[in-house]
């Protein structure tokens, strides 16, 4: 699947392996949840009062449209989480957001 | 007696600049900020372990400072990744990676900067619409660009300055729609003049996006974003009212900025409505005092001044508190910090004059069209309410409709609502009053610290 976003300056840091919906997809340290998720995926997770997918808006911790689900139960604002090795992120199939 | 415990909200550059002055004045200020590193929004930095991509268009210097104060003054006790989520009498109640906290202070000064403003159109619920401010915060803070197309629209100076970044950085940007008309922006030369540096980088800018063939449209008008999962295309009409669609694959939108208030409310500061960002925001006084004699006010939170405004605001606002605390000031310091503040005031009264209130957007919102992201209110139910249930005052449409209540209290939805219940009950902008904060000012968990 095409992410949305695409990186313009290159990250030299350490690789953070992280899966996606199971899917197993690499990041870079330095890198926000959000940005992880979409430098491989359209959308951050399902939008719980319609047919629609959500891909956040702010970028600065304010509109929460970010929040994303975790498999472990854990839900996070992506756009001021760090990502960490070993997040399972649930996107397709969380209609509670 | 012990030194009195002085506390600022946001390590903005009026938050930094405000304990940077105190503690060279001897106290010990603690500075706390929900963010992982010191900055604010204008000069935010990418996370601890990244590198920096090096985009803050012709402001490096000023962003090296604003990082650098901390670093050199071991007094202020500096708390990063803390949510400040209540206020109340002498009390900030907090949140942290460990958990919930409590902070006491003798004087307060909230420095908690501002938002962009979203105005809602067709199509921006939709994956790859973002804010402007969002769009360079993706690039400053994580060296990436929110779309392989980008298209970029926008009422006020964050959009030439974005799109002079993107393409910097080698983005594709497709397209730079200013949603208000090009004559207002020469007839406010001579106000914008009154700072001649902020002028000089303005038309840098504008040239800069016009020689790599990017120039800007004007006047534009009903924009919609169209795509079936997410955006696919960006459709307008130009100023002669012929149609437009450009294909994009993501969207940076909003029309100025609006302040974050709530800190300031749940203190008990009054309100006054300012009729340049037709917000209501913390009554201040010049040097900071907000009506509340423990609270003062710095920076973007209480009026959009921009970062150099604010950075003088934090200064001069800390002189308040010292004087106010029976400290030393150096009044022609305080006097010189009065004049340059006048002189931005001048300033940005004339670049609020060349980005007017785009109305016509918000006289264009169909009645289907979500008003609320967090919930999906539409437009209809906020004007079906406004009509039949009377509600012609904010907190009662958001008593009968949720709108304001959801996730983001209020802070992307606000400003639209308030517009258009103006405009169903025929009451000015101003008459409809504000929405009134609430705790906690941002959703927390209930287990486990701050995301
Ligand atoms: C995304 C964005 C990009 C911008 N880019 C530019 C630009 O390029 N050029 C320009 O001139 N202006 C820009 N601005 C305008 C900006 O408002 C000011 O220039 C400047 O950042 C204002 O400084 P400040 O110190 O008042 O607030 P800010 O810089 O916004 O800092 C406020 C700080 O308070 C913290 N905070 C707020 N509430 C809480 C709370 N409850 N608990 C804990 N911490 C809290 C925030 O995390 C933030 O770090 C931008 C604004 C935004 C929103
Ligand atoms: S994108 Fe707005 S809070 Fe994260």
Redo the contacts between chains.
């Keep these: 699947m095409a992410g949305?976003?695409?990186?313009?300056?290159?990250?030299?840091?350490a690789s953070i392996l992280f899966t996606i919906d199971g899917e197993a997809v690499e990041a870079?340290?330095?890198?926000?949840l959000m940005?992880a998720i979409?430098?491989h995926r359209?959308?951050?997770r399902r939008?719980e009062?319609?047919e629609?997918?959500?891909?956040?808006?702010?970028?600065?911790?304010?509109?929460?449209?970010c929040?994303v689900l975790l498999a472990d139960g854990?839900?996070?604002?992506a756009c001021?989480?760090?990502v960490e090795p070993g997040m399972a992120v649930i996107v397709d199939g969380d209609p509670n957001g | 007696m012990a030194d009195p415990l002085v506390v600022i909200v946001g390590a903005g550059p009026a938050g930094v600049r405000a304990a940077e002055t105190l503690a060279l004045a001897g106290l010990q200020p603690i500075l706390i900020d929900?963010?992982?590193r010191p900055g604010g929004?204008i000069y935010?930095q990418?996370?601890?372990?990244?590198?920096r991509?090096?985009?803050y268009g012709l402001e490096i210097r000023k962003a090296a400072g604003i990082h650098g104060v901390l670093a050199g003054l071991g007094a202020v006790d500096y708390r990063p990744r803390t949510l400040v989520w209540n206020v109340f009498q002498d009390r900030l109640d907090l949140l942290t990676i460990e958990g919930h906290g409590e902070q006491r202070f003798d004087r307060l000064i909230l420095a908690t900067g501002a938002?962009?403003r979203?105005l809602p159109f067709p199509g921006w619920?939709?994956?790859?619409?973002?804010?402007l401010?969002?769009?360079q915060?993706?690039?400053k803070?994580?060296?990436?660009?929110?779309?392989?197309r980008v298209a970029l629209v926008g009422a006020g100076p964050l959009l030439p300055l974005v799109a002079h970044q993107y393409v910097g950085?080698?983005?594709q940007v497709v397209a730079v729609l200013d949603v208000t008309p090009f004559a207002p922006k020469l007839l406010q030369l001579l106000g914008l003049a009154a700072e001649p540096g902020t002028l000089a980088k303005g038309l840098w800018y504008t040239a800069r996006n016009r020689m790599q063939g990017l120039a800007a449209a004007y006047g534009v008008r009903a924009i919609r974003a169209e795509g079936k999962?997410?955006v696919e295309a960006l459709i307008y009409k130009d100023a002669m009212g012929v149609e437009h669609r450009i294909a994009c694959?993501?969207i940076g939108a909003s029309c100025g900025l609006r302040s974050?208030t709530q800190l300031a409310d749940l203190a008990g500061c009054a309100f006054v409505f300012d009729q340049v960002g037709r917000q209501w925001v913390p009554q201040r006084t010049g040097q900071g005092r907000s009506s509340v004699p423990a609270v003062y006010l710095a920076g973007d939170g209480a009026g959009i001044g921009g970062a150099d405004a604010a950075e003088l605001q934090g200064r001069r606002t800390a002189l308040a508190v010292l004087e106010d605390l029976g400290r030393p000031v150096d009044l022609a310091e305080a006097a010189r910090l009065d004049r340059r503040l006048a002189r931005q005031a001048r300033f940005r009264k004339a670049l609020e004059n060349a980005y007017p209130f785009p109305d016509h957007l918000l006289d264009d919102v169909a009645d289907e069209e979500m008003v609320c992201?967090?919930?999906?209110i539409t437009a209809g139910a906020l004007r079906e309410a406004a009509r039949d249930k009377d509600a012609a005052e904010i907190n009662r449409l958001k008593a009968f409709t949720r709108i304001g209540m959801?996730?983001?209290q209020g802070?992307?939805c606000g400003h639209a609502a308030a517009e258009l219940l103006a405009r169903a009950s025929g009451v000015g902008i101003e008459g409809v009053g504000r929405l009134r904060g609430q705790p906690p000012v941002?959703?927390i968990?209930v287990l486990?610290g701050?995301?």
Excluded: H, N, Y
Aim: positive net charge.
């Design positions: 949305l976003f695409s990186r313009l300056v290159k990250r030299t840091g870079r340290e330095g890198d926000l940005t979409l430098l359209p959308a951050l939008f009062f319609g629609s997918s959500r891909a956040g808006f702010c970028m600065m911790a304010a509109c929460q449209d929040w854990r839900r996070l604002r001021s989480t760090p | 929900e963010a992982e929004q935010r990418p996370p601890a372990g990244a590198v991509p090096g985009i938002m962009d979203a619920t939709l994956p790859g619409v973002f804010t401010g969002g769009a915060i993706a690039l803070s994580q060296g990436v660009s929110i779309g392989r950085a080698g983005a999962r997410q694959d993501a974050e992201r967090c919930e999906g959801g996730r983001c802070r992307v941002k959703p968990p486990g701050v995301p």
